[in-house]
Structure formats: C-alpha cells, structure tokens
C-alpha cells in the first residue's frame, strides 16, 4: 500500500523555521521526482520546490527561493522541506508528491500557519 505521511507543520511567528518532513512507503522512492506543493484558502494547489531522485537538482517557486531548501534521504525513504524565514503568506497545507513517469501520489498534507 502507497503511503506519503507528512509531518513536522504548526503554527509559527514570522521570521520563523519548520521542518516539513514526508515518509513514503509502498513503492521504490528512489526512483520518484519528489516534491512540495501547498494551498492556502480560496487558492490554487502551487508548486513550491521539487528535487530529482538522486537528489542532485533541486526546483524552487521563486517565492520561497533562498528560503526553503528540499532535501531528500534515499535510505530513509524520506523527502525534507526546511522553511526559513516564513512569512504570513507561506500559511498552506502543504502536500508532499511522488512522479514517475505515468504513476504519481500525494500525502494527505500537514498544514503550515505562519502568525503572530
């Protein structure tokens, strides 16, 4: 059975950091594209950063470059999302997804709520 857990979202202040993590299970990881995605209210599901499957090229929107970093662990079967210097409008539901080709999974998300 497919499986992608997110975990690691909360609430926190402005200038911020959290660690998004995503644990995939049921298929063969490294041979997925992994990425992040997010949608806040009344929004649209966008792309926030992908990385290959040897990890060796990363993707990012331009509103998160120099911010967020994608980082994944073959041997753990885990894909990272380190997020810095959050801002109020970084608030989503963030959505860890798997591609290969014709074959693609979504986790079922971890919300993120940037406030003071």
């Known amino acids: 059975q497919v499986q992608l857990v997110e975990s690691g979202g909360g609430l926190v202040q402005p200038g911020g950091s959290l660690r998004l993590s995503c644990a995939a299970s049921?298929?063969?990881?490294?041979?997925?594209?992994m990425s992040w995605y997010r949608q806040a209210p009344g929004k649209e599901r966008e792309l926030v950063a992908t990385?290959?499957?040897?990890?060796?090229?990363?993707n990012y929107a331009d509103s998160v470059k120099g911010r967020f970093t994608i980082s994944r662990d073959n041997a753990k079967n885990t894909v990272y999302l380190q997020m810095n210097s959050l801002k109020p409008e970084d608030t989503a539901v963030y959505y860890c997804y798997a591609n290969r080709q014709s074959d693609d999974y979504w986790g079922q998300g971890t919300q993120v709520t940037v406030s003071s």
């Open positions: 049921g298929f063969t990881f490294s041979a997925f594209v």
């Open positions: 990385i290959t499957r040897s990890g060796g090229r990363t």
